[in-house]
């Protein structure tokens, strides 16, 4: 029988995100998830779940973890302390996500470093090509707080490498970007992690 380990607290509105990284290759298409009750449903070829109350957001399935973001209070923190935030794949394009949600935060006051190779300035901001130049642009006295990323899953195992080697402490992962072995490496080497949510919603909402 497939063993859940139930460790946490499940995030408003997170269910579905949780019921989509619960569909593995060994699933073979079987519904196993949560509903908006909290409640573990679902049914597969050598295992019966049915109606199992549990609290959680972190489990453990044949091997499987399901990543644990910080708690609101810890994420509000983060947010109310940050003074800078490296922006990976930081778009040019005024009509992409992640140039929108730089914007934004340069509105809420935060000082935003563009982290590609494709453009020297973005929002009147130099560039840098990666993080391990990051040290070109900032200012005497400054550090990056947070690493935000815009960059499809393949990418995040390296960026990580990257933050780990580099001594970052907070990596946000924005909504769809999701690698659940490497946020939960990047935790284990002492970052501050977030994953599958987006940075400039969660700013807007301390207003």
Avoid at 85 to 99: F, T, Y
Avoid at 192 to 201: A, G, K, N, P, S
Wanted: aromatic share 6%; glycine share 8%.
């Amino acid at each position: 029988m497939t063993r859940f380990t139930a460790v946490g607290k499940i995030e408003p509105g997170r269910q579905g995100g949780l019921q989509q990284r619960l569909s593995g290759p060994d699933t073979h298409g079987t519904a196993v998830g949560l509903d908006a009750d909290t409640v573990l449903f679902g049914w597969h070829a050598n295992v019966t779940c049915v109606s199992a109350k549990i609290d959680l957001i972190q489990w453990t399935r044949q091997g499987l973890t399901v990543f644990t973001n910080p708690s609101s209070e810890q994420i509000t923190g983060l947010l109310r302390s940050a003074r800078v935030i490296a922006v990976v794949g930081l778009s040019a394009d005024s009509s992409r996500p992640s140039h929108h949600v730089a914007r934004e935060l340069q509105h809420f006051g935060y000082r935003i470093i563009p982290v590609t190779p494709t453009a020297q300035q973005i929002l009147g901001e130099r560039a840098v090509p990666d993080l391990a130049h990051l040290s070109d642009v900032l200012r005497p006295g400054e550090h990056v707080d947070i690493v935000d990323v815009f960059r499809r899953p393949e990418h995040v195992a390296a960026i990580v490498d990257e933050c780990i080697r580099l001594k970052l402490p907070a990596l946000w992962l924005q909504d769809g970007v999701i690698d659940e072995a490497a946020a939960g490496r990047a935790r284990a080497a002492g970052l501050f992690t977030v994953m599958d949510r987006c940075i400039f919603r969660d700013r807007a909402s301390l207003r």
